[in-house]
């Protein structure tokens, strides 16, 4: 007799396993554009290098040590030692955190500020738009750098927290002009008018409609003021304005200049640190290069207009060939 065969029904419902990592698609893009992948690189790792700066620390930044003092960097000390023996790799690898939280912190209450009053302004008009364009002109108008002098003398205490509110409140204005600009040609659009007629709220729109249609100019306002604030915070604790106190590349070099290191020979207390700056705002500006590529097509870089400028510079016979090249 023959063995009857059963066999179970399969099931309508398989497991789906992902190929592969799908990654966002504004990150996509991001990569894909030179400058972006480049100054992504370059502030990942200053970010990765800050993460771990507890680890790779060899000493206490702040710590003193006669016998170690004005040390040219070596193997036991990559970056050199300060007057009073404090080893400068610490000081700019865990200097990093603070700078960085600062910039990032500032950038993005200024950044949501100028989004919030810029944007609104635009779409609702009359009094408010009057009043925030009022107050930016204002704060346009007095020159940033004087003003956080100023602004900074009179602080009693110039804690993190403190800068990020001082450079911030000095850091929004230019951006809210450009955001009111961008909402004012968006506010006339069909998907705005269609959301007002349908009875949306006000703050429904702004943050609902306007800003998502704005993400990528906001993206690049933020890593605009991140950078901007990184060079200010760092210029006022040159000039002794800031929180002394702490560790960061700015305070680096104000100790650098106060004991007049590079009069004396000792060059690595100023290059180190400032290139740490240097190397970060290059990210930035690179990454906001890459940002503005991707969300204005006019800049994007094809070869037609490569093979226009060869024919502008060698005649028709030079853009041929660089347009089969």
Known sequence: MAQAEFSLPSSPFKARVPSRLRLPGWFVLLLRNPKSRLGLLMVAFVI??????????VSDPNGFSLLDARQAPSWHHLFGTTDQGSDIFSQVVVGARRSLLLGAAAGALATAVAAILGITAAYT?????????????VFLTIPPIPLLVVMSGYL???????????????????EARILRGQALSLKSRDFILASKAAGESTPRIVFGELMPNMISR?????????????LVDSGLEFL???????????????????????LQGEWWPFL??????????LGLVLLLAGIDELSNPRLRTEGRPRRHLLALLGGRALARAGGRA
């Not at 009693?156 to 230019?174: Q, S």
């Open 48 to 57: 990765v290098v800050a993460l771990i700066a507890p680890l790779i620390s």
């Open 218 to 230: 906001i993206a690049a306002a933020f890593v605009l003021v991140f950078y901007i604030a990184l």
């Open 240 to 262: 002794g304005l800031g929180d002394m106190g702490a560790t960061s590349w700015g305070v680096t070099i104000y100790w650098a200049q106060v004991n007049s290191t590079v």
């Open 156 to 174: 009693k205490t110039r804690g993190l927290w403190t800068m990020v509110v001082v450079i911030a409140a000095v850091l929004w204005a230019f």
């Open 272 to 281: 180190f640190p400032s290139l740490a700056l240097s190397f970060t705002v």
């Open 125 to 137: 008009g009359g009094i408010v738009d009057e009043v925030v364009n009022f107050l930016a002109n």
